[in-house]
Every structure is written in C-alpha cells, then in structure tokens.
C-alpha cells in the first residue's frame, strides 16, 4: 500500500476496490486514483479503446450545458453526482456566464468533498454536500443545500453520468421525478447517460456491472423517458457530441462518439 493509500485507507475510504469517483478521475486523466481504479479502468478500455474521449465529451457538454442554462436566466444549479474537481467545474462554467449563480455539490463519495472543499474556499456561493442522491427529501432538505437553493425559484437539476450508477431496482426515473417535484416551473433537468450503442457498449456493461458494481447502458429511448412531461431543448436525446457542440462534428459518428447520450429539458 503506498503512503497515499494508507492515509485514504485511515479516513475509511475503501482503496482496495475500484470507486466509480477514482475510474472518472482516471479517463479524466486525474491524479486522485489507485492502481485498482486503473486496472479497472484499463479492462474497459480493451473493449471501448475511446473510453478516454468519452469522458473528455462528457465533461464538455456540461460546460456547454451549464452555459446554455447559465444563459436563459437560471441562477440555481444542483449538481448531484458532481465527482471529483477537475477542469471547468459546474460552477466555473456558471459563475462565468453569471457571477451570482448559486451552485450545490451533492455526492456520496467521502473523497469528493475531502478534494473539492478547497476549490470552494473563497466561493460563498458554492458548497459540496456528502450525501446519497437516491434520498432526494433528504438531500432537499439537508441545510447546506437550503442555504445555497431557493426551491421557489427555477433550478437546474444535474444528472451528468449519475444515473447510469444506478440499478433498475433504483427506479432512477422515478427519481428523477421526485426531483423534478420539488422545484417550480423553469427549471431544468440536464442529464447525460451510458448509452446501449452497440456490441462494445453492451461489453462494457458487463465489465462495469462485474467490476465496479455499477453501469447500466440504456437505451436511448429510455433516456428520453427521464425527460416526459418536460419541454426538451433542441436538439433533444442526442450523442454527447451534438448536443449544441462549439463547431462542426464528423459526419460518421464512433461508438465513442454516441457512448453516452444527453439533453436538457424544461419544466413547463
Ligand atoms: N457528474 C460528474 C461528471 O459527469 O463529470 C461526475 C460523474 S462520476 C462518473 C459519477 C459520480 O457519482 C461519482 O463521483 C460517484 O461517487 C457519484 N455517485 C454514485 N452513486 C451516487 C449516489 N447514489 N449518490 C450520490 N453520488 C453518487
């Protein structure tokens, strides 16, 4: 065990089994992982060698969401799943386009918070909350989380590759309407998702499921359904890669590129 695990070990972190925070870090090219979350890492990458790129698509269109939002008035953002800092964090990408916008880290991993805390030193409107987002009451109601949101006013509702880590017995689209419940028309829910786009993604499924213990590649079609009763923004369920990219996209898309589907939509 090297010093760093050992004094992770000491805070009760788990580092002999890959965490899903640590495999992000990885493909995000981050320094805060184990040779358990490599190694993991790596066995996924043998079936999707642009594992990499695809975390790199992730991480872009949510800057490109968060500014989109940032940009049609929304000041409040929750970002449940948030992982670890890395570049262009939820509330850089917002505070660029709107200084006053008010951002919640919500994550259950012990380490995000242990990291992230320092990025927010000097932001007072930003805070990390630990928590499990499958109890969205306590979440809502958790007081570092009230501090920061007014449920009377629009929020962004942030499920960026979070609800893949859910299993079906998790009902995460009754989640998400649990979520969307709580918070008054104009907000917005942004969601991106593992996406059964083929053979390698359905592989993939199968070493996530095995190794990590979390990693279900829907369909599209079912995650357009996280999206009923809302007003989606153009241009809809898409592959990360079209979702309002900054310029042109390859005519044929990968199996990287279409990995993971997204969009935003509004609460009437
Ligand atoms: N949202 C970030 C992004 O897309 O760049 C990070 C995504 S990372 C793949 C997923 C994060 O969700 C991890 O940090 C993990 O700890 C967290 N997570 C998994 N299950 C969770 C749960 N039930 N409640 C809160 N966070 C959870």
């Known amino acids: 065990m090297t010093d760093q695990q050992a004094e992770w070990a000491a805070k009760g972190i788990d580092v002999t089994r890959p965490s899903i925070a640590r495999a992000y870090d990885v493909v995000l090219n981050g320094r805060d992982n184990f040779e358990v979350d490599r190694a993991f890492v790596a066995e996924v990458v043998k079936v999707v ?13 949510l800057g490109r969401g968060v500014r989109y939002l940032a940009a049609q008035g929304v000041r409040q953002f929750l970002d449940l799943g948030s992982g670890l800092p890395t570049v262009e964090n939820t509330h850089q990408a917002a505070q660029a386009v709107a200084p006053d916008a008010r951002v919640v880290y919500v994550d259950v991993d ?15 409107r930003t805070t990390l909350v630990t928590a499990d987002i ?3 009451e306590k979440v809502l109601a958790d007081p570092e989380v009230t501090a920061l949101i007014d449920l009377d006013r629009p929020v962004a509702v942030m499920m960026i590759g979070i609800l893949h880590h859910l299993a079906d017995a998790d009902d995460p689209q009754g989640l998400v309407g649990r979520y969307l419940d709580a918070v008054p028309s104009g907000s917005h ?12 993604a359905r592989e993939a499924e199968q070493k996530f499921l095995a190794l990590l213990g979390s990693g279900r590649f829907r369909t599209a079609e ?5 999206f009923d009763g809302l007003d989606l923004v153009e241009p ?10 900054d310029g042109p996209v390859a005519d044929d898309l990968t199996v990287g590129h279409r990995l993971m589907y997204g969009g935003i939509a509004r609460k009437p």
């Not at 829910?189 to 390698?200: K, R, Y």
């Not at 079912?222 to 996280?226: D, G, L, N, V």
Request: hydrophobic content about 40%; some cysteine.
């Open 189 to 200: 829910l942004f969601v991106t998702h593992f996406c059964d786009a083929g053979p390698e």
């Open 236 to 245: 809809g369920v898409v592959p990360l890669p079209l979702w309002r990219p």
């Open 110 to 124: 012990p380490i995000v918070r242990a990291h992230g805390l320092g990025l927010l030193a000097e932001n007072d």
């Open 222 to 226: 079912e995650i357009t359904a996280y």
């Open 134 to 136: 499958r109890e969205p």
């Open 49 to 61: 060698p642009e594992l990499y790129d695809v975390a790199t698509y992730n991480r872009q269109v």
